[in-house]
């Protein structure tokens, strides 16, 4: 039993078989092939150039076959190929948005979607704040709409909120189409970062297990003079990082957590410290304590992050958005 067929124009001239043979839901498409070209140079090539899919000569049925489109995308990029814009949603999830963008890519047909940008952008703020899973689907679909300002903070929430194995899953390699070597710059930026909030741990404890010919940390300390403040900063410091998972402490690659959440365990360590050792002792060993020195080495490397966003990524983006928006011609730079 063949599937019922859509009349998106009942005096149409081509029959699209789109999506996998077997979907359960309709896709076959009854259209003006005129309406297609127009609105997308690559079906024009197909259609009417010498391409396979161009109309047969000795035959009324003129029928292409599409099993890789998304029949649900392609149905809305028809509607408005036809002029039937009340049918076009006027409100759409992140995964179909991102379905549609790939295949309006792959057509060259995004331009056609520009009446409808603002209003599906507006409606998928909330979802995101929440939901590290859609975020790399909104990269691409603002890469595709020239959104910069969106881009960048999208790019920069992957960056410090995802974590490694969810980063793994957004690799194009795993079949998510994604802007050129954005996902691997996060990736590596990431590892850079984890590496020196780690490194300021090592330095520490490198310097608190100085022998006496050595600049010591303990702020009082003599030469041959006890290792007490020293340990018990070493001692307390070790307890914490264990309690965090972090002990001893592992390579960058080997932390599972986000950047922002290693960041947030860092500084909430509480590490202790001797004191005074006796009420009348001159010597204040609280001095000694490095809460507030590895506070402030975290504080500077989440400030020196680098940003995942290229001068090539920016091009790109002003590019999209002038083709987007011609009447809006912003010449801007990369901050």
């Known amino acids: 039993m063949s599937e019922p067929l859509i009349e998106f124009d009942r005096h149409g001239d081509l029959k699209l078989r789109v999506g996998p043979p077997n979907g359960t839901a309709s896709n076959s498409f009854l259209v003006c092939s005129r309406a297609l070209a127009r609105i997308s140079p690559v079906f ?40 039937r814009f009340s049918e076009v949603p006027k409100v759409l999830p992140i995964d179909r948005l991102y379905t549609l963008t790939t295949l309006t890519h792959y057509y060259d047909a995004t331009e056609a979607l520009v009446p409808w940008i603002d209003t599906w952008l507006a409606s998928v703020d909330d979802i995101l704040r929440d939901s590290n899973m859609l975020m790399p689907k909104l990269l691409w679909i603002t890469w595709e709409f ?10 920069r929430r ?11 899953s957004y690799s194009p390699s795993k079949g998510l189409q994604m802007p050129p070597d954005i996902i691997e710059r996060i990736i590596d930026i990431r590892v850079h970062t984890i590496r020196a909030f780690l490194e300021v741990f090592r330095d520490l404890v490198a310097k608190l297990l100085v022998v006496d010919e050595n600049p010591r940390w303990c702020r009082h300390a003599s030469y041959m003079g006890h290792h007490r403040c020293e340990s018990m900063i070493l001692g307390s410091m070790t307890f914490c990082l264990v309690k965090a998972g972090l002990w001893p402490l592992p390579e960058a690659t080997e932390v599972e957590e986000s950047s922002v959440d290693l960041y947030t365990k860092l500084m909430n360590l509480v590490i202790h410290d001797i004191g005074r050792p006796s009420p009348k002792s001159p010597e204040d060993h609280s001095e000694c304590n490095p809460t507030e020195y590895l ?3 975290m504080k500077r490397i989440i400030n020196e992050v680098a940003d995942p966003v ?22 801007s730079t990369h901050p």
Request: aromatic share 6%; net charge negative.
């Open 44 to 83: 024009d090539r197909m259609l009417y150039g010498s391409f396979s899919e161009a109309k047969p000569a000795d035959s009324e049925d003129w029928v292409v076959e599409l099993p890789e489109d998304d029949p649900a995308s392609l149905a809305i990029l028809i509607r408005i190929a036809h002029g």
């Open 146 to 155: 020239g959104r910069k300002s969106l881009f960048r903070i999208t790019a």
């Open 158 to 168: 992957i960056l410090t909120e995802a974590p490694a194995s969810l980063l793994e």
């Open 295 to 297: 506070m402030g080495q």
């Open 310 to 331: 290229t001068d090539a990524h920016w091009r790109h983006l002003e590019i999209q958005e002038r083709k987007l928006n011609p009447q809006y011609d912003r010449i």
